[in-house]
């Protein structure tokens, strides 16, 4: 079984920033993807940013050149640095680990961001 445990969401004031971190464990033999997704009250949960074990990232188009995901696979973490934090970044931020040929979900951390 695989863990997936998110941190670092809270209020902040628009422009402000933001570190979420995510990390991984359990029987866990190596992670592929590790991704961060958004999520509102009444909308689809929506990829922010990815990135694979070898370091190849994608991002929603919203948060590139504001949001750096990057990893650390000693430490099966991923984070999310999140600069210039607008209130439309508000939502419940959700880690997902691809590891052992599934995906697994973290239980989620709030970001708001007050204009």
């Known amino acids: 079984q695989v863990q997936v445990v998110e941190s670092g969401g809270g209020l902040v004031q628009a422009g402000e920033s933001l570190r979420l971190s995510c990390v991984a464990s359990g029987s866990i033999f190596g992670i592929n993807v590790m991704g961060w997704y958004r999520q509102v009250p009444g909308k689809q949960r929506d990829l922010v940013a990815r990135i694979t074990s070898g370091g190849s990232t994608n991002y929603a188009d919203s948060v590139k050149g504001r949001f750096t995901i990057s990893r650390d696979n000693a430490k099966n973490t991923v984070y999310l640095q999140m600069n210039s934090l607008k209130p439309e970044d508000t939502g419940v931020y959700y880690c997902?680990?691809?590891?052992?040929?599934?995906?697994?979900w973290g239980q989620g951390t709030q970001v708001t961001v007050s204009s």
């Open positions: 997902n680990v691809y590891v052992n040929l599934r995906g697994y």
